[in-house]
Every structure is written in structure tokens, then in C-alpha cells.
């Protein structure tokens, strides 16, 4: 490789890092097309760090995925509460 920056401490994967970015925005600004993108960068990054020996963030990666997943469970839960009220106010309320 010429041309590049080499880190003497290895170099960390930027989709990695983009995992566990996305992940923790997933909770905080705009949950699940956030969190979707958290398990994909993920992913991408696993595989990345597979093919490239050196390259670290692996953690980081993992980190990602399971707060994306985590973020999309929560979406669904919530999407599923708010069903179940809009049912249940719609069914006592023509009693």
C-alpha cells in the first residue's frame, strides 16, 4: 500500500465506527432508519475486518449491530403498544 497514513497501533475501521455512531443515534435522534444502518455498517465492517488482517474495531462493530438491533426491537415494541391502545380505545368506545 503507498500513499496511505499507517498508524504503528493498527487502524480501526471506519464503517466500525459509523456502526456504533448510528447505533447510538438510533436511540437518541431518528430510531430505526438509524439503527437499520448501524446493523448494516456492522455487518459491512465484520466482514471487512475479516478480509483485512491488522485492521481492528471489531468490538466496535459488534457494538453496533447490537444496538441497532436493540433500537429496531424497541421501534417495534412501541409500534405494537401503540396498536394495542388504538384497538383497545376503538373497541370500548363503541360499547
Aim: hydrophobic letters at 55%; charged letters at 10%; proline letters at 2%.
Amino acid at each position: 500500500m503507498s500513499g496511505g497514513v499507517h498508524m504503528s497501533a493498527g487502524e480501526t475501521s471506519g464503517k466500525a465506527i459509523a456502526s456504533l455512531v448510528l447505533g447510538i443515534g438510533g436511540f437518541v435522534i431518528f430510531p430505526f432508519v438509524l439503527s437499520i444502518l448501524a446493523i448494516v455498517f456492522g455487518r459491512s465492517a465484520k466482514r471487512e475486518i475479516a478480509e483485512r488482517p491488522g485492521l481492528g474495531g471489531a468490538g466496535l462493530a459488534t457494538a453496533g449491530i447490537v444496538l441497532g438491533w436493540i433500537g429496531v426491537a424497541l421501534v417495534a415494541l412501541a409500534v405494537l403498544f401503540i396498536v394495542l391502545v388504538v384497538v383497545a380505545s376503538t373497541s370500548s368506545g363503541s360499547g
